[in-house]
C-alpha cells in the first residue's frame, strides 16, 4: 500500500525564515503529488501539486515544491515566512489509475514566531 | 477551480442518532469523495460516491454505519449513523474538476458527538 510520510508533526520558524517542509512517498510507481493547507476551522486549500513536466513547481503564498524521484521526494519550501503562514500542510499522492483518490501524510502544524 | 459546499457547517449531536451532510458542487464531478479528519489528525478517505453506483468503501468503513447517497453529478450526502463519540470528527467532502486531476475540498462540517 502507498504511504506519504511528512517528517515532524510541528514546525517553529521565526518571521522572515526559510519554511522547509519534508515529504517522502513509498511506492515503485510515482504518484501525482499534492501539497494542501488548512488554516484553522477552514478546509483544505491546495497549495500546488506535481503531474508530470518540470520538476520545480511553484504554488500560491509564495510556496514551490521539488519532485526527487530519486529521493522519493517533494518537500515544501518557502524562503521567508509571514505570520499568515501559520497552518496545518498535508502533502498527498493519489494515482490515476486509482481513481485519483488521495492519501495523505500525517501533516505538519507551522507555528511562525515574530 | 471548483466550488464545493457542505451543509452544516458544524453540529452537536447526542449518541445513538444519526447525521446526514450534504455536499454541493458547483460543476459535475463523476467521482466525489468523503474524507474522515479526527482531532489532530490527518485525513481518511471514508468512501468513493460515483453517479449511478453504489459507493466504494476503503478497509475500516461500512455502508451501515456511513450511507453514501449521489443522485446526481453535482450533489452527495454523507450519513454517520448510530454516532458514539468517536466519531466525533470533521466530515470533508471533495471532487475533482473534470478533466482534471486535482481535487477541491468543501469547509468540512464538523461533528460533535456528546
Known amino acids: 500500500a502507498q504511504s506519504v510520510t511528512q517528517l515532524g508533526s510541528h514546525v517553529s520558524v521565526s518571521e522572515g525564515a526559510l519554511v522547509l517542509l519534508r515529504c517522502n512517498y513509498s511506492s515503485s510507481v510515482p504518484p501525482y503529488l499534492f501539497w494542501y493547507v488548512q488554516y484553522p476551522n477552514q478546509g483544505l486549500q491546495l497549495l500546488l501539486k506535481?503531474?508530470?513536466?518540470?520538476?520545480l513547481v511553484k504554488g500560491i503564498n509564495g510556496f514551490e515544491a521539488e519532485f526527487k524521484k530519486s529521493e522519493t521526494s517533494f518537500h515544501l519550501t518557502k524562503p521567508s515566512a509571514h505570520m499568515s503562514d501559520a497552518a496545518e500542510y498535508f502533502c498527498?499522492?493519489?494515482?490515476?489509475?486509482?481513481?485519483?483518490?488521495?492519501?495523505f501524510g500525517g501533516g505538519t502544524r507551522v507555528l511562525v514566531k515574530p | 477551480s471548483a466550488v464545493i459546499s457542505q451543509k452544516p457547517s458544524r453540529d452537536i449531536c447526542q449518541r445513538g442518532t444519526s447525521l446526514t451532510i450534504q455536499c454541493q458542487v458547483d460543476s459535475q464531478v463523476t467521482m466525489m469523495f468523503w474524507y474522515r479528519q479526527q482531532p489532530g489528525q490527518s485525513l481518511t478517505l471514508i468512501a468513493t460516491a460515483n453517479q449511478g453506483s453504489e459507493a466504494t468503501y476503503e478497509s475500516g468503513f461500512v455502508i451501515d454505519k456511513f450511507p453514501i447517497s449521489r443522485p446526481n453529478l453535482t450533489f452527495s450526502t454523507l450519513t454517520v449513523s448510530n454516532m458514539s463519540p468517536e466519531d466525533s470528527s470533521i466530515y470533508l467532502c471533495?471532487?475533482?474538476?473534470?478533466?482534471?486531476?486535482?481535487?477541491?475540498f468543501g469547509p468540512g462540517t464538523r461533528l460533535t458527538v456528546l
Open positions: 498527498a499522492v493519489s494515482y490515476p489509475a486509482a481513481g485519483n483518490k488521495l492519501t
Open positions: 471533495s471532487g475533482p474538476v473534470e478533466g482534471t486531476d486535482t481535487q477541491y
Open positions: 506535481y503531474t508530470t513536466g518540470a520538476t
